[in-house]
């Protein structure tokens, strides 16, 4: 390879292993990296990781919650703002594996870092994984992880900005989707929480709607809506707001006219609705701050945990509501 780029074999080695301590001009760079590229090289991830005395594996657990658009589209960010960091990101089918027997699942990839995302972790299975090799383990949910930095993401925000937006609205009798699907439930019991925090101490009267992800079950909810007397419902998200507008539609149920709809997670299918879906914008932590805070403690596992409030919750009206 040093032959095909002509350069030594001291440059190559600093260039496959991007060493920051020696200056190689970017033409260089790109002479090997052509020259790995048509050799067919592959560097060998055990023999690096030895060198270094830690992998740049970077474990993200499948979730065990139906992943929508937006959590997609946060996980395809971080995992290339990772990989430009150069880590290699894994996700791991850890299905029907919970708390300490997932960690322990985890830890014999001997990664050196984990993402997890929910809840589910705890302070045992963070020991188990920085006792592994892991320097950095990062907990994406609702409440912090003793002995693992935390993205605290706050679901009661985006609940709250629904309930008070359709309150503000003039709404008083307002249902809540509660999804039926496993897995939802540490995201749609806080939202309910949200719009309930959201109405208390008012006139508003509050009332739960449990709703599969199904045609069937949005029919039969809309067939007994007049019954029930709503005149605004927050759906959980945009996915379950859609669903359930149609079925209101084939009722004969006017939206906004009859019932405001809001949803949530501003994706572009509601906007391309008629009416225009009405619904929560959510700010999730970039995917390049994330993978820069796994950088810092891959490099510095000693220091202390951070803990970062994240996930904004702004409404965005638009015609349903």
Same mark, same amino acid.
């Given at each position: 390879m040093?032959?095909?780029?002509?350069?030594?074999?001291?440059t190559?080695?600093y260039?496959?292993?991007?060493?920051?301590?020696?200056?190689?001009?970017?033409?260089?760079?790109r002479?090997?990296h052509?020259a790995?590229?048509?050799?067919g090289?592959?560097?060998?991830?055990?023999?690096r990781s030895l060198r270094a005395?830690?992998?740049?594996l970077v474990?993200?657990?499948?979730p065990s919650?139906p992943a929508?658009p937006?959590?997609?589209?946060f996980?395809?960010?971080l995992?290339l703002?990772? $990989? #430009?960091?150069d880590y290699? *990101? /894994?996700?791991h089918?850890s299905i029907? !594996?919970?708390?300490?027997? %997932?960690? =322990?699942?985890w830890?014999?990839?001997?990664?050196?870092?984990?993402?997890?995302s929910?809840?589910?972790?705890?302070p045992?299975?963070?020991t188990?994984l920085?006792?592994?090799?892991?320097?950095?383990v990062?907990s994406?949910g609702?409440?912090s992880?003793e002995?693992?930095?935390a993205l605290?993401m706050?679901?009661e925000?985006?609940?709250?900005?629904?309930g008070?937006?359709?309150?503000d609205? $003039? #709404?008083?009798?307002?249902? *809540? /989707?509660?999804?039926?699907?496993c897995g !939802?439930e540490?995201f749609? %019991?806080? =939202?309910?929480?949200?719009?309930r925090?959201a109405?208390?101490?008012t006139?508003?009267?509050?009332t739960?709607l449990?709703l599969a992800y199904?045609?069937e079950?949005a029919a039969r909810l809309?067939?007994?809506?007049r019954?029930?007397?709503?005149d605004a419902v927050f759906a959980y998200n945009?996915?379950y707001a859609?669903?359930?507008m149609?079925?209101?539609?084939d009722?004969?149920?006017?939206?906004?006219?009859?019932?405001?709809?809001?949803?949530?997670?501003?994706l572009?299918?509601?906007?391309l609705?008629?009416p225009?879906?009405?619904?929560?914008?959510?700010?999730l932590?970039s995917g390049r701050?994330?993978?820069?805070?796994v950088d810092r403690a891959?490099r510095d596992p000693?220091?202390?945990?951070?803990?970062?409030?994240?996930?904004?919750?702004?409404?965005?009206h638009?015609e349903?509501?």
């Open positions: 040093a032959r095909l780029a002509g350069v030594s074999r001291a190559v080695s260039v496959l292993n991007n060493t920051s301590a020696v200056r190689i001009s970017e033409p260089t760079r002479r090997v052509e790995a590229k048509e050799l090289y592959v560097p060998h991830a055990a023999a005395g830690h992998s740049r474990l993200m657990p499948a919650f929508g937006l959590y997609s589209r996980l395809g960010d995992q703002a990772l $990989g #430009r960091l290699t *990101v /894994v996700q089918g029907g !594996l919970h708390g300490d027997e %997932a960690a =322990r699942a830890a014999e990839l001997r990664p050196v870092a984990v993402l997890v929910g809840s589910g972790l705890g045992k299975g963070v188990v920085k006792r592994s090799g892991a320097r950095a990062v994406l609702p409440d992880v002995g693992a930095h605290l706050d679901y925000a985006v609940g709250h900005s629904a008070r937006h359709l309150y609205r $003039g #709404r008083r009798r307002i249902g *809540v /989707v509660v999804p039926q699907e !939802l540490s749609s %019991a806080p =939202r309910l929480e949200g719009v925090r109405l208390h101490g006139d508003a009267t509050l739960e449990p199904t045609e079950s809309a067939a007994r809506w019954d029930l007397g709503l945009d996915e859609m669903l359930l149609r079925a209101l539609a009722e004969g149920v006017r939206v906004p006219a009859d019932t405001a709809v809001i949803g949530a997670d501003d572009m299918l509601g906007r609705l008629r225009r879906l009405s619904t929560v914008h959510i700010e932590p701050d994330l993978a820069e805070l891959v000693g220091t202390a945990p951070e803990t970062h409030k994240v996930l904004g919750a702004t409404v965005v638009r349903s509501s």
